[in-house]
């Protein structure tokens, strides 16, 4: 409809700027290499790109601890490239968003410097602060018992004011204190309207639902005795005054039409999900909600699992509930995405490894599922290239995330170096750690793989696999994954109604090897049939398509058979 604002039906793709393209050999990706990839990027038939941040930070958790909101990074370049990079995007038509990290700034912020000077201090209240507490013994105590999300008390002592601040992330990324209105106006203009009034179209919103604490600060019921600490999400998502502080930012947010897509973890619920992207609130666009993802992780831990610990029942499951705010009945909207920067490879998560066939059609298949669901389309950086995680065979050196280095020392010192503790641990980091997804990019088969120049020490290891595994090849071959990607997203563009906007329905939930959907419109219908399986599987989509018109839009085996399905086939079909 002429009402159906850009975003909706946009594809929107993610950049992560320390591994994207080096510009001049110091091994980092920078702002001025995405500025030399506009074409490639444009050359994909997306709609926007979305940057990580690329605030200047100290980067202990890559660049999600922002230092100044108004200056960059200096190994990614300069303020004035930023501008460069808005300027050539919307030359070519391309819209872009920024991240915008706000539930809590570096410990290297001006205004967590001035907090933490004096207990007096005019910006004490601007993060948590909060007394020690004293045990029985006299022995000092944070002041209640979660753990951060990365590991460790949330609480850190501060030696010089003598009271704890909260971080639910690092002990170098202070919660700020969304209480104080100062503070709120603080970040409005310089997280937000600093970039605005230099034409950014809007903001992927870090961790939205956290701003808002409860204000009593109570434990966390003990999930597991066998940790000191713990973490129950419900007591810092989704707060008491969350909506409240969304929309005062919602009214900036207006003034420049700009869109958001919020980060929405812990938030199963679609009744607390829509509170969010419900159209007449005016609070976010739109979320990624974590229901797809979460698929197969520990629920306590990020890596407390093993390989493949998931079920497609499962799979399809959350599938369903992501895509329950496009059913028809809501005014919200979200998004569909299987990747980002802070998770594993879908393919390597989902599609197999096994042989290169298997690699490039479970490689399409998946494409096919994010694809052909509701919601604006994201894809992350080398996905559309088919990059998968870092072999096993790597040794622990080669991972930087502070996330699985945490968890590793922490099972290193709850199991006294038990090694076979630790080799399960490698094994579940070797399949979900967020490095994988920040392996440098692949963009041809010189040394570096043309991330760095050759010679060039890249900050992360470049993957093995680039000689045969990398744009330039795949941009040449018709039958590519990349090509594949370019040709959904040309079909994706002509068929909105159904394919950004259309209502799923999951025909038989509990299939386990076979993922067979519908989305619906008012005139079209999709079928969307998916083996998750390495063997040939029976299927019945002759008494789904019927008798009606009906044409193959995307399909990663040659033939169209309507009784099975081989291993890791796909096919989408539009029914008129
Ligand atoms: O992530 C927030 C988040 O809730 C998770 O995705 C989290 O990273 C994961 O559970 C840890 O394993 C956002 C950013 O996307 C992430 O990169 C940052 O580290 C985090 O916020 C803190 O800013
Ligand atoms: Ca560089």
Known sequence: ??????????????????????????????????????????????????????????????????????????????????????????????????????????????????????????????????????????????????????????????????????????????????????????????????????GIDGFRVDTVNMYSKDQSYRDAPIIDPNHEHQLDASLFCNGPRIHEFLREMGDILLKYNAVTVGELPSTPEVADVLKYVSEKEQQLSMVFQFDIVDVGRGKDFTFQTTPRNWTLPELRASVKRTQALMDGTTDGWSTTFLENHDQARSISRWGSEETPELWATSAKMLAMLAASLSGTLYIYQGQEIGMVNAPLEWDMSEYKDLDSLNYYNYVKKISGNDPVALEATKVAIAHLARDHARLPMQWDSTPNAGFSSEGAKTWMRVHDNYPELNVERQTSDPNSVLSFWKGLLRVRRANPTVFAQGVFEDTDPSHGACFVFEKHSDSEKLVVALNFSSEKQSVDLAGRLGNANRKVLAKNYEEDVLDSLQPYEGRIYLVE
């Open 1 to 198: 409809s002429p009402l159906t604002p850009w975003w909706k039906n946009a594809t929107i793709y993610q950049i992560y700027p320390a591994s994207y393209k080096d510009s001049n050999g110091d091994g980092i990706g920078d702002l001025p290499g995405i500025l030399g990839q506009l074409d490639y990027i444009q050359s994909l038939g997306v709609d926007a790109i979305w940057i990580c941040p690329m605030y200047k930070s100290p980067q202990i958790d890559m660049g999600y601890d922002v230092a100044d909101y108004e200056d960059v990074h200096g190994p990614y370049g300069t303020v004035a490239d930023v501008e460069a990079i808005i300027a050539a995007c919307h030359e070519r038509g391309l819209r872009i968003l920024l991240d915008l990290v706000i539930n809590h700034t570096s410990d290297q912020h001006a205004w967590f410097k001035e907090s933490r000077s004096d207990k007096a201090s005019a910006k004490r209240d601007w993060y948590i602060w909060r007394p020690a507490k004293y045990d029985a013994n006299g022995v000092r105590r944070p002041p209640n018992n979660w753990r951060s999300i990365f590991g460790g008390s949330a609480w850190e002592w501060d030696e010089v004011s003598e009271e704890y601040y909260l971080h639910l992330f690092a002990v170098e990324q202070p919660d700020l204190n969304w209480e104080n209105a100062e503070m709120r106006a603080a970040v409005f203009e310089s997280a937000m309207e600093f970039w605005l009034r230099k």
